[in-house]
């Protein structure tokens, strides 16, 4: 079983819609974010959470909002999607402030597609 | 403004030969380097990374070399084997920032080894 799990693995949606992406970890880290990949323009980072009180805002946090329902689980919402959010969507965990703490572990990814 | 480059976006090398993928970073804060893999419908994975204390890091085939004067790292895959085949996304961060330390993604290098 994968440690970081996502859900849906693939949505089809249309405008107007809310989604919500779901990411729940096995690795018991307490710190947990959201990426979208686009062609050409790598991974960029939605929301990120230290802890389940901790709720930060990315480089693109425009038009998500996520819950930090436990520990284990960082829901990521599009209250209403619109076609320039089709993209492929990764959760990821790490450890906190250790030294050279900045690896990731990531899910397989969601991939949506807003019609 | 693109703080960590990686300026070739596809790589094509020989079953055996040397993989060289590079890249480049603007902000002298960045102390820590990591490499991810990532293969098609799968999250990235953790592949090597390098504090800026050193200048050479080795994991069996892998080797990432820092240069800190010119802002540059790469990373050698020796030798390059078909399932190297993936995307490589470079990633740089401040580990002394604190709670404010986020990686720094580059655009990626699509490495294909041909048997």
């Known amino acids: 079983d994968a440690d970081v799990t996502q859900t849906p693995r693939n949505r089809i949606t249309k405008t107007g819609k809310r989604i919500m992406l779901e990411c729940s970890q096995t690795k018991g880290h307490d710190r947990m974010y959201w990426y979208r990949q686009d062609p050409g323009l790598g991974l960029r980072l939605i929301y990120y959470s230290f802890d389940v009180k901790d709720i930060n805002k990315g480089e693109i946090s425009d038009g998500y909002s996520v819950s930090r329902q436990a520990q284990a689980k960082f829901s990521l919402s599009l209250e209403s999607a619109i076609p320039n959010q089709t993209a492929l969507y990764f959760c990821?965990?790490?450890?906190?402030?250790?030294?050279?703490?900045?690896?990731?572990?990531f899910g397989e990814g969601s991939r949506l597609t807003v019609l | 403004d693109q703080q960590v480059k990686q300026n070739s976006p596809s790589l094509s090398v020989q079953e055996g030969r040397i993989s060289i993928l590079n890249c480049d970073y603007t902000n002298s804060m960045f102390d820590y380097f990591l490499w991810y893999k990532k293969y098609p419908a799968e999250g990235p994975t953790f592949l090597i990374s390098i504090s800026s204390i050193k200048d050479k890091n080795e994991d069996g085939r892998f080797t990432v070399f820092l240069n800190k004067s010119a802002k540059h790292l790469s990373l050698h895959i020796v030798p390059s084997q078909p399932g190297d085949s993936a995307v490589y996304f470079c990633a740089a961060t401040n580990d002394n920032a604190g709670n404010n330390r986020k990686l720094i993604w580059g655009l990626g290098t699509s490495l294909a080894v041909n048997p």
């Open positions: 990821a965990t790490s450890w906190g402030l250790n030294p050279g703490a900045g690896e990731l572990f």
